[in-house]
């Protein structure tokens, strides 16, 4: 009897941890030039929830680890969706992070709610940090999806 009950506690609680972590994908980081030297590296990138649903927030956080002292800069994002170029937006880096960054480790987030319209499928989305005196500070390319689901039909 005491096993049953134990049984009946446990799967539940096993679902829910399951359907929590498949809401956030660790995904993967390539550089676009594979030979140079960042003074930025990039640890990886992970999105929340996974995939990605129209017309609902979603945040892009992306570790990494800084060769020295960063005081601003910008991020441009461009978005590709089959290949094809979607769209682009900058971003004040220390608007998506806390500056000054010191020499080590830091986490720069972004967090935006995809228009309900927005179609599902693979997209590629590529960054670039710059820093205020506008050198490149690092380049990453990956990969996300974006589901069917949609808040169209919740409005």
């Not at 930025?40 to 020295?68: C, L, W």
């Not at 710059?130 to 990453?140: G, M, P, V």
Request: glycine share 8%; net charge negative; proline share 5%.
């Amino acid at each position: 009897m005491a096993d049953s009950q134990f049984n009946c506690m446990i799967l539940p609680l096993f679902l829910s941890l399951c359907l929590l972590l498949s809401s956030t994908q660790a995904t993967d980081v390539q550089y676009c030039d594979k030979t140079a030297d960042y003074s930025v590296k990039v640890k990886g990138v992970e999105i929340s929830p996974y995939p990605v649903a129209r017309g609902k927030p979603a945040t892009f956080s992306i570790s990494a680890t800084a060769d020295g002292a960063i005081t601003g800069g910008k991020l441009t994002i461009d978005v590709a969706y089959f290949g094809w170029h979607v769209h682009s937006e900058t971003h004040d880096l220390c608007a998506e992070t806390s500056c000054p960054v010191t020499t080590g480790d830091f986490v720069v987030a972004h967090s935006q709610v995809l228009p309900g319209f927005t179609p599902p499928g693979s997209y590629s989305l590529k960054m670039r940090m710059y820093d205020a005196d506008k050198n490149e500070l690092t380049c990453i390319g990956f990969n996300f999806d974006i589901g069917f689901a949609s808040s169209v039909a919740d409005s």
